[in-house]
């Protein structure tokens, strides 16, 4: 059955860099584009960014433009989240999410979520 | 983009129905046939229960269902059991490949 498994969370310094992972398996990767949904500790959800399933198209929240890149490798089946300059309000469990190719506005499947910590 | 408002609490007792409400905007509810609502008990990932309003994924009990109306977007459960006790998010796209969640709705089965 599908699989989502994110890993690369921690504690990091404010300022500094760190890199998500979320391995696929079960199901088809390519029929998918996939989300990075975040929670902070009590808070609820908050969208974070988006990919299709071909990488031509991503966005992502105004709260981390500029700092967050989502990207994935198909013959990897794995998504990737690259957080630079983190911040303290970046705290949160980070879930990986899929979307079916024609319907990203939901998720339909769900990781288990890493936690990161941003504090010095 | 604002988070979409939800009640914070809702409770009932077993048997019973109960509604949860999501109101947005016309930017987000209004404008779009693409509400979602997730269940999550604690310390888990959320589970997918609707889309696109009032669907149904395969394998989610029919007590779950959803509606809208103008900028609000509801979801009953009838017949709630104890099982339902959990917390419920709302979603809606927003736009320009933008998507945004309700607050949360915190059920208690009393």
């Known amino acids: 059955q599908a699989q989502l498994v994110e890993s690369g969370g921690g504690v990091v310094q404010p300022g500094r860099p760190l890199r998500l992972s979320c391995a696929a398996s079960?199901?088809?990767?390519?029929?998918?584009?996939m989300h990075w949904v975040r929670q902070a500790p009590g808070k609820g959800l908050e969208w974070v960014a988006v990919?299709?399933?071909?990488?031509?198209?991503?966005d992502c929240a105004r709260s981390v433009k500029g700092r967050f890149n989502i990207s994935r490798d198909n013959s990897k089946n794995t998504l990737y989240l690259q957080m630079n300059s983190l911040r303290p309000e970046d705290t949160a469990v980070y879930y990986c999410?899929?979307?079916?190719?024609?319907?990203?506005?939901?998720?339909?499947?769900w990781g288990q979520g890493t936690l990161v910590t941003v504090s010095s | 983009q604002s988070a979409l408002t939800q009640p914070a609490s809702v409770s009932g007792s077993p048997g019973q129905s109960i509604t949860i409400s999501c109101t947005g905007s016309?930017?987000?509810?209004?404008?779009?046939?693409?509400v979602s609502w997730y269940q999550q008990h604690p310390g888990k990932a959320p589970k997918f229960i609707i889309y696109?309003?009032?669907d149904r994924p395969s394998g989610v009990s029919n007590r779950f269902s959803g509606s809208k109306s103008g900028n609000t977007a509801s979801l009953t459960i009838s017949g709630l059991q104890a099982e339902d006790e959990a917390d419920y998010y709302c979603?809606?796209?927003?736009?320009?490949?933008?998507?945004?969640f309700g607050a949360g709705t915190k059920v208690t089965v009393l």
């Open positions: 016309s930017s987000d509810i209004g404008g779009y046939k693409f």
């Open positions: 990919i299709s399933y071909d990488e031509n198209s991503k």
């Open positions: 079960g199901f088809t990767f390519t029929s998918y584009a």
């Open positions: 696109d309003v009032s």
């Open positions: 979603s809606s796209y927003a736009g320009s490949n933008r998507y945004v």
């Open positions: 999410a899929r979307a079916p190719n024609k319907a990203w506005h939901y998720f339909d499947f």
